[in-house]
């Protein structure tokens, strides 16, 4: 994979992999705009990177090992630091070119001070911006013209210069062009505004690509920087790129664990949801696998190193995040393709007009040919083109961003109004991501619901009383005080919302894998799971019905028992969000597939999915799988999106053909993601994908409107008119319709603020 630097459209894509393709030894190259990367196949017997290099730098590009950068943060600030050089230069173009405007245009003249009416001030003012602020289109040009290849800068470089300097011209020889019939109005705004606008347009895509390698730093950023190794008995702190296979490495409390592995001895809790997403940390004991990067809860152990360095899970999750950001769309290629050939054919045309008029034209021939050839240049100059997608994914995006909706880039506005099957992961996007106590079940209940109420003792009253709600929460909340599970924290926080006063509790035990246990006064009172109370020998018989009934709903239910008696169930639950199931019936509304996919078992699975209303699940999906499970899908010709929020979520997010990132999801998932949902609403998901057919509608038009106003008038300027009507489009009215272009194609991006998100 190779950084490449100095691209600014499709044409230098097409031209980067064609030096690339033609170079001995390379079997494929694919060169993508949005990440600025070139990932090539090549054979190392016959070329190696520096030549692979020399390739790009021949045409005019810089090609960097991105191995290289990984580790340093140099990429970036220099990226930044050429934003705020583009910035500096959009202000200042922009602001000079609106000084000769407010001089030159018809109506602003008659309120415009009389020294920006001067056409030498006008000069002054169009010169800098002409020839510093468009310094970067004339190297691109120079260096495209070297290698016998052009671009969209050869254009612009071209274009600004023949209005440039047609204005010259008029400015030092006026009579020349009075004695042709021709007014001798110079049109430095033209130069200077073109300029400016296209840097504008590149300044708000070079802002929106800044971001896009920072999801491979956080995510390297995650790993551990030293391990504790165990050596002949003694504990060594190691940095992490030393520890090497079957080295014995003890994690404490709190610790994160460096590498993957297999515990040795010891048992803990583990917070696995940076990894996987889930929020439950996972009990762990001798013989279970550990992942590297994911925090250690409670207890301390040791485990065996089985993968370090690139085959850890953390690397393979990078890996597969680089390789999907470095894919290229097909529609992108076709974009590419036309790209490529526009920039030649117009320059051919130019030449083609001055020749014929050279040749054929009437007296004085040299000056037809001169001034039909600028006008082409001039009516062909691609601003319109250029603001034709800026400008509408600037009131796009702005316009679903007052609705919390982040749209990236163009190229996701280019596909998520083709999506037909919506991916959602459960945990923290579907689900609230925190699990809370959904039920609790008084044993003497569910005794009482089983006695006819003839039956029923005073005793029986009595009990049930004592085994309320709150004594249950009392006993619970109390054990559960002292522990540091996620489950015993939903507990606790119940326990408060409900004002329950809590007791002291003596003797606390955590039983890994089991639950916990204590003395309340001199009751014994144990919590935890049916090995727990197999363990005790309580009987829990009277249980299995609401105990397969909750767990069918997809809740873990805790079992709490005084004094080797069962006194009742609590069940916790991710519950579901708010907008999941509305934002998912609007979806299915749209005829848009909706699909689950989660590590869960198939039961809390579709239990989830019943409650949701979505009809095809996927469960059991383990981390590393969700993305080879979006590529499924998408063999079967359907475009797919991905919504999710974990750090596992995003290789799926970045494969698929829109990644949609819940905005209280990781920062790593959010920069692998397309849009991002700030507002923490499922519904925005149809709503992205209305405000995408919005967006493409308008780009599709101002794209339809630019092209065709070339098709039309470009015939017009080489004199198609001459012969049947012996008109002429001089540069002038070339001058005006381009800018008239220009405004017709701002105007219609700026109807997007009215649409309805």
Same mark, same amino acid.
């Given at each position: ?5 100095? !691209?600014?459209?499709?044409?230098? @894509? ?25 990932? @090539? ?12 290099? /020399? ?85 691109? $040009? &120079? ?91 003694? #504990? ?41 997403? #889930? ?7 001798? *013989? ?23 085959? $850890? ?14 894919? %290229? ?74 609705? *919390? ?20 992961? %459960? ?16 044993? /003497? ?67 890994? *894998? ?63 969000? #708010? ?10 509304? !749209? ?22 209303? &979505? ?143």
């Amino acid at each position: 994979m190779f950084q490449i630097k100095g !691209m600014h459209c499709a044409s230098c @894509v097409m031209v980067i992999e064609h030096a690339l393709k033609n170079t001995p030894g390379v079997s494929e190259a694919n060169v993508n705009l949005a990440t600025e990367t070139a990932a @090539v196949s090549f054979d190392p017997k016959e070329v190696d990177e520096q030549k692979i290099s /020399s390739a790009v730098s021949n045409v005019g590009y810089q090609a960097m090992i991105t191995e290289e950068n990984k580790t340093s943060d140099e990429t970036g600030n220099e990226k930044r630091k050429e934003l705020k050089k583009l910035k500096r230069k959009v202000f200042f173009s922009l602001s000079l070119g609106a000084l000769i405007l407010w001089g030159t245009f018809p109506g602003l003249t008659n309120f415009a001070p009389g020294f920006l009416k001067n056409f030498w001030v006008q000069f002054i003012l169009a010169a800098p911006v002409q020839f510093w602020a468009g310094f970067s289109f004339y190297r691109a $040009t &120079i260096s495209a013209l070297r290698h016998r290849t052009a671009n969209m800068d050869t254009l612009i470089a071209i274009g600004t210069s023949a209005a440039f300097s047609y204005s010259l011209a008029v400015l030092l020889f006026p009579m020349v062009f009075q004695g042709l019939g021709i007014e001798a109005m110079p049109y430095f705004d033209v130069s200077a505004l073109v300029i400016g606008l296209i840097l504008l347009g590149r300044y708000f895509e070079a802002r929106a690509k800044l971001g896009t390698s920072e999801a491979i730093k956080k995510l390297i950023g995650l790993q551990a920087k030293t391990a504790r190794v165990v050596k002949d008995g003694k #504990e060594v702190d190691l940095p992490i790129d030393q520890v090497v296979v079957g080295m014995v490495i003890r994690v404490r409390p709190g610790e994160k664990i460096p590498v993957d592995g297999e515990i040795l001895g010891g048992e803990s809790s583990i917070d696995e949801s940076m990894v996987t997403g #889930e929020s439950i940390p996972v009990d762990k004991t001798s *013989g279970d696998t550990v992942i590297g990067s994911t925090i250690n809860k409670t207890g301390t152990f040791t485990y065996n190193a089985t993968k370090v360095g690139s085959e $850890t899970m953390l690397a393979q999750i990078i890996k597969l995040v680089q390789e999907a950001q470095g894919s %290229k769309a097909p529609i992108q290629r076709l974009a590419d393709l036309i790209s490529a050939y526009f920039v030649p054919v117009v320059i051919m045309l130019a030449i083609a007009t001055f020749v014929i008029w050279f040749d054929f034209g009437p007296t004085p021939a040299f000056l037809f040919a001169l001034l039909n050839s600028v006008a082409v240049l001039i009516i062909a100059c691609p601003c319109a083109m250029g603001l034709a997608t800026p400008t509408a994914i600037m009131v796009g995006t702005g316009k679903g961003a007052e609705h *919390g909706i982040l749209i990236k880039d163009a190229a996701s506005l280019e596909t998520a109004h083709k999506i037909r099957t919506v991916v959602f992961d %459960k945990t923290g996007t579907l689900t609230v991501g925190k699990p809370v106590v959904t039920d609790v079940v008084s044993a /003497s209940g569910i005794l009482s619901d089983r006695r006819s109420s003839t039956l029923r003792s005073k005793t029986s009253s009595l009990r049930l009383k004592e085994e309320s709600k709150d004594y249950i929460l009392k006993l619970a909340a109390s054990l559960e005080k002292g522990s540091e599970h996620s489950l015993a924290e939903a507990i606790v926080q119940k326990a408060e919302e409900e004002k329950v006063k809590l007791e002291k509790v003596e003797k606390f035990k955590a039983i890994p *894998g089991h639950g916990v246990e204590g003395f309340i006064g001199k009751q014994k009172v144990v919590l935890g799971n049916m090995r727990l109370m197999e363990k005790e020998k309580i009987d829990i018989s009277l249980t299995r019905g609401p105990l397969a009934r909750l767990e069918g709903e997809g809740k873990t239910v805790m079992m709490l028992a005084s004094d080797g008696k069962l006194v009742g169930l609590i069940a916790v639950m991710d519950t579901v969000k #708010e907008t999941a199931r509305e934002g998912i019936e609007v979806l299915r509304k !749209m005829k848009i597939e909706v699909v689950m996919i989660t590590g869960d078992n198939q039961r809390t699975a579709q239990a989830i999915a019943g409650q949701l209303g &979505i009809d095809r699940v996927l469960a059991e999906v383990l981390p590393d799988q969700k993305e080879a499970e979006v590529r499924k899908l998408q063999q079967d010709g359907r475009v797919v999106a991905m919504v999710g929020d974990g750090i596992n979520d995003a290789p799926a997010l970045a494969a698929a053909d829109v990644g949609i990132a819940m905005g209280t999801g990781t920062d790593v998932a959010i920069e692998a993601a397309d849009i991002t949902l700030i507002n923490k609403d499922l519904r925005s998901v149809a709503a992205a994908v209305n405000l995408s057919k919005k967006t493409m509608r308008t780009i599709k038009l101002n794209l339809f409107w630019a092209f065709g106003y070339n098709v039309v008038l470009i015939p017009v300027a080489m004199g198609a008119l001459y012969p049947f009507f012996g008109l002429l489009l001089s540069p002038i009215f070339a001058s005006a319709a381009m800018a008239l272009s220009s405004i017709s194609v701002v105007s219609n991006s700026l109807l997007l603020k009215r649409v309805r998100v």
